[in-house]
């Protein structure tokens, strides 16, 4: 009936088997008159915790249904990045805006506007310059203060600025025009000294920008879609969420990665050098504990995900997963060194043999989703209980048309969207 092999178990062996102590009501929802005497079926295959979980079956005929049991899967890590390009941060805790988490890419560093760029400012990515590897960051205990150090040298090896520049202090500042992924931003120019430090160590005239104007770009990926799906403003209404924008970021608010398919990614490396922390070159803000719970890349198929906090009960956050994250050469630097990393390290290529699974980048390697998160004003916080909500099983195979992401997978239409497109997940 279930597609099996099964083997029937006791109520009592589930309680001792996940350690639950008892299943509440509200997950046995209508089979309110299960006891000790109530057997149920298991499958048994793979026979493993993760699979225990989520297949168990009543064997009574009026409960035919699948149970669905608490998982254990948390958020392990969170990473804000104050400048786009630059090393992150990794916090404890997070606020969500409609616009990423709070803090995150306001900051983007960019080249004097040329004839070439048609007076916009280029914005300079990690993808194209490794040596951005070397720039790490640091928020101050009161959150106030942004500082960049440089790894590698002693001259000029900090600069410190405000983590929220005050409207006041930009009034007179230079304002820039940039065109990030097919939309466009106003960055506000944060001075002389920051202009010295940067262009000092990357060897050119390099300014450092404030996101201004409204403080929001839509979101490209959405506005690349079929007329008849959902726009970029109103991307996650359906979710209760607030619209969604951007400042700096890419093509979504959020990244979302998982343990399993870092454990995969780090498996293709040279076993020599599998301790590095690998995560940190797919620059994820959120970055999920999946235990037993999932295999590597399960996450392509993720629509919705709902965060609960220990710390506050009250709260639940929803993460809307939008298309699966096709990745750039930034996969390649070196972070230590600023340079690029030796080819049997360089995981582009390494990723790139089986999951170009995004039809709408084909040559591309995918890993992680974009997504945006609600209500505005909570916070995420590293422990934080994640239960997948909605999914959508597709295979994840090179060139398979099923592999479209589940939620959303931007279609191309124009060239300057696919010139935009390079530096992605920066």
Same mark, same amino acid.
């Given at each position: 009936?279930?597609?099996g ?6 109520y ?8 639950? /102590? ?6 046995l929802?209508?089979?309110?008159d ?12 793979? *026979?493993?915790t993760?699979?225990? %979980? ?14 669905v ?5 948390k958020?392990?890590?969170?990473f804000?990045y104050?400048?786009k ?7 404890k805790?997070? =606020?969500?805006?409609?616009e990423?988490?709070r803090?995150?890419r306001?900051?983007?560093?960019? %080249? ?6 048609e007076?916009f400012?280029e ?7 490794? &040596? ?8 101050d205990?009161t ?7 440089h *790894?590698?040298?002693e001259?000029? $090896?900090?600069? #410190?600025l405000?983590?929220?520049p005050?409207p ?10 940039v065109?990030?992924f097919g939309?466009?931003? #106003?960055?506000?120019?944060?001075g002389?000294?920051v202009t ?6 990357l $060897?050119? &005239?390099?300014?450092l920008?404030y996101?201004?104007?409204?403080g ?7 506005v690349?879609?079929? %007329? ?5 403003l109103s ?21 979302v #990665?998982s343990? *399993?398919s870092e454990?995969?990614?780090?498996r ?6 599998r301790? &590095?922390?690998?995560i940190?070159?797919f620059?994820?803000?959120?970055h999920?504990?999946? /235990?037993d =719970?999932?295999k590597?890349y399960e ?8 965060v609960?906090?220990?710390a506050?009960?009250a ?8 298309f @699966?994250?096709?990745?750039?050469l930034s ?6 060194? $600023? ?6 390290r360089q ?6 043999k ?5 039809p709408?980048?084909?040559h591309?390697?995918v ?8 209500p505005?004003?909570?916070v995420? @916080?590293?422990?934080?209980e ?9 295979p994840?195979t090179?060139?398979n048309? $099923? ?9 191309? =239409?124009?060239?300057?969207? &696919?010139?935009?497109a390079?530096?992605?997940?920066t």
């Open positions: 009936m279930y597609g092999p099964y083997r029937v178990i006791s009592p062996e589930i309680r001792a088997l996940l350690n639950l /102590g008892t299943v509440s009501t509200s997950i929802a209508d089979a309110s299960i006891d000790d005497t109530s057997l149920f079926f298991l499958n048994i295959s793979p *026979a493993s993760a699979e225990i %979980k989520v297949r168990v079956f009543l064997q009574h005929p009026a409960c035919d249904r699948e149970l049991i608490p998982t254990t899967m958020i392990q890590r969170i804000i104050p400048v390009s630059l090393r992150p941060v990794e916090v805790a997070a =606020e969500i805006t409609n990423g988490l803090f995150d306001q900051y983007v560093l960019v %080249k004097p506007p040329s004839a070439e760029t007076g400012a914005h300079i990515t990690i993808k194209n310059h490794f &040596e951005l590897g070397l720039f790490h960051t640091d928020i205990r959150w106030s203060k942004l500082t960049i150090t *790894a590698t040298s001259e000029n $090896g900090s600069v #410190t405000p983590l929220s005050s006041v202090s930009l009034m007179n500042a230079k304002v820039f025009h065109s990030i939309t466009k931003a #106003t960055g506000i120019d944060m002389e000294d010295k430090y940067f262009s000092f160590h $060897g050119k &005239e390099v300014h920008l996101i201004g104007g409204s929001q770009r839509e979101i490209p990926g959405a690349y879609l079929p %007329k008849h799906k959902i726009r970029a991307i996650a209404v359906n979710d209760k969420l607030q619209p969604q924008r951007l400042r700096f970021a890419d093509a979504a608010p959020l990244l #990665t343990t *399993a454990e995969d990614a780090r293709r490396l040279p076993p020599s050098v301790g &590095e922390d690998v940190v070159r620059r994820p803000n959120i999920v504990d999946v /235990g =719970e999932q590597p996450e392509d198929n993720w629509n919705m995900l709902t609960r906090s220990r506050d009960p709260q639940e956050v929803s993460i809307r997963c939008l @699966r994250t096709t990745r750039c996969l390649n630097a070196d972070l230590a060194k $600023g340079t690029m990393i030796t080819t049997n995981l582009y290529g390494l990723l790139a089986d999951r170009r699974v995004n709408a980048h084909p591309k390697p890993f992680g989703q974009y997504a945006c998160a609600g505005s004003g909570a995420l @916080r590293v422990g934080d994640v239960e997948i909500t909605e999914s959508t099983s597709r994840s090179p060139g048309p $099923g592999s479209l992401s589940p939620a959303i997978t931007p279609i191309i =239409e124009s060239d300057d969207y &696919e010139k935009s390079a530096p992605l997940a």
